[in-house]
């Protein structure tokens, strides 16, 4: 059986979003926040939630902290964001406290997308929370990225660290950080290679003509962004243009937790908090 805490439920989106999974056996939720706009919302988009425990609390910060303190008493086992800022949502989760953090540990986003012209799953990572990472940090979202491909099936995964180009240039961090990053022997049984450009990490062809020969090279797992723009950048280029299908999930806390846009579809939140769920 697991649990998923949702803080400030109180939201069509969120309601909605569970509807498929409240009558499963395996499964059970905590609702946190406005319960009679919760228990209206339910009926409004008929949705039985007559056995789901839910908590008053219309406090952001309190319905947050409350749902990370279940979670570390062993009465949660996944953190799904409600109708809440992502700052608020995350600090919460990482108070000391709670001790829901790896150790040694930093939180990134994984997001996975399922694109028509792509053989095969393909995750992205940073494209939501660090900003600028050091190399350092950079090992530790790689190894977030790995973990969540692991946890899903996926042995050996295929990193690419994106850069313009697959040559160190000193004017140019990326191709700096991808080199180091491709050398290290601290990523299991991933391949890890860098910097590869982005046609070549997911096209074949691309890499047959520009003569690169790395396993990576047109068949890459996961994309490593070098930073937030990128990663952004990336992601709403999937979803925008692409026509992908994506699901997002924060690695690097001892649970996994579903972080969705406010904004985003009752789609992406089904898929996301599919995508936690299977995580093993």
Known sequence: MKTVVIPMCHSNNVIESISSFIDRDNLSFILIGDVEETKKIAVNSGVNIDGVNLIEELNEVKACTLAAKLISEGKGDIAMKGLVHTSIFLKALLRKEFGLLEDKSLVSLVSRFIIPNYHKPLFL???????SPTLDQKIKIIKNAIFVANS??????KVACLSPIE???HKIPSTEDGFALSQMSVFGDAIVDGPLSFDISLSKEAARIKGATSVVAGDADILFAPNLDVGNAL?????????????????????????????DSKEVKVDSLELALNMK
Do not use: M, Q, W
């Open 235 to 263: 992601y709403k280029s999937f979803t925008l243009f692409g026509n992908a299908k994506v699901a997002g999930v924060v690695a690097g806390l001892k649970i996994p937790v579903v972080l969705t846009s406010r904004a």
């Open 167 to 169: 040559v160190v240039n």
């Open 125 to 131: 990572t940073d494209a939501g929370i660090n900003i």
């Open 152 to 157: 899903l099936g996926i042995h050996e995964p």
